[in-house]
């Protein structure tokens, strides 16, 4: 594509775009969904939210943004949030936690109750519904939930529909494959939808994480929320983990993304091992003998143990 003259590097555009503008866009963003847009990422929010003044019929980037000040248009803010939100996910992701997942819900007391705090497209709420059923048996998960909340509402759309092309499952196993999903045919082929006794399990909401009040009247043995926390300035990252705190029961487990560490963020966790945190005040209760979640360790530089996630590599917007 041709470049403009005199703007050197950058690629042209349908509409004027000032630093100024992105200024407003990264602190709207941060105010909407508590995620901190680094200057890097200039380039995708001009190419997501001009779709949106072509949808609107807007002139400029600065009469669209003054509607979103006006906060007179709910639509057109969830529309702003699902553009710049990214839903990079698969299923078994990070396929780790899931055995670790299935070790401590089988000590777990019944019904089991997990918490998808990014949900996306919906693999990985069904990856840990999946796991649950494989670990507790039919009956028994018949019993357990999980919760899957995210703050984009059409990955929401997608997640329930729980249909996903074959392409998107060519790397879950031949066993689940067989025992999870049900092959589209004629006008559906290419295509995989979970079985009913998966998709029952789970429960899909809106929510959104730098909310003040969840409004969930329940507590939960685990909750994951991977790979979120990277786009969430270390303030904000605090004020999610403390709200989290009191959703988990006695005991409960948080799993984090593998470049995301909040040993440094917050008091109310403690890390684990492989990217699992407990509640501190959890590990002082624990009376010597209780049941704890096995974490494999591995041989560091002249022979000491180390945990495998002690000190994961940073992630940057």
């Known amino acids: 594509m041709q470049l403009p003259p005199g703007r050197s590097g950058e690629l042209e555009r349908d509409f004027e775009f000032t630093p100024a503008d992105f200024a407003r866009i ?6 909407s969904a508590g995620i901190s847009l680094s200057e890097h990422k200039r380039d995708l929010a001009y190419s997501r939210l001009a779709r949106r003044l072509r949808a609107r019929g807007m002139d400029s980037f600065r009469q669209y943004l003054d509607l979103l000040e006006a906060e007179s248009d709910a639509a057109e803010w969830e529309a702003f949030t699902n553009a710049l939100t990214t839903n990079l996910t698969a299923f078994f992701r990070e396929a780790h936690h899931f055995p670790l997942l299935a070790s401590f819900v089988s ?21 840990i519904a999946m796991t649950l059923i494989e670990t507790l048996g039919e009956q028994a998960a018949n019993d357990a939930r999980v919760l899957a909340t995210d703050v984009d509402t059409q990955v929401l759309a997608k997640a329930e529909t729980a249909v996903y092309a074959f392409d998107q499952v060519k790397h879950v196993s031949q066993e689940r494959l067989k025992r999870f999903f049900l092959k589209g045919t004629g006008a559906q082929a290419g295509m995989v939808k979970l079985r009913p006794e998966v998709r029952a399990m789970v429960r899909f909401e809106q929510l959104n994480l730098t909310d003040t009040d969840y409004a969930l009247r329940t507590t939960f043995d685990a909750i994951f929320c991977r790979n979120v926390m990277i786009y969430f300035d270390k303030p904000t990252q605090a004020q999610v983990l403390t709200r989290f705190e009191p959703l988990l029961k006695p005991g409960g487990l948080l799993f984090a993304g593998h470049s995301e560490n909040f040993t440094y963020v917050t008091q109310a966790f403690r890390l684990r091992g492989q990217t699992v945190y407990e509640r501190s005040r959890d590990l002082a209760a624990c009376a010597p003998g209780a049941a704890r979640l096995a974490v494999p360790r591995v041989a560091a530089a002249g022979g000491q143990a180390r945990d495998l996630a002690s000190n994961p590599a940073r992630g940057q917007v």
Do not use: D
């Open 107 to 127: 000590t777990r007391a019944q019904p089991v109750s997990v918490w998808c705090s990014a949900a996306s497209t919906g693999e990985e709420p069904y990856s």
């Open 26 to 31: 990264r602190s709207l963003i941060h105010r």
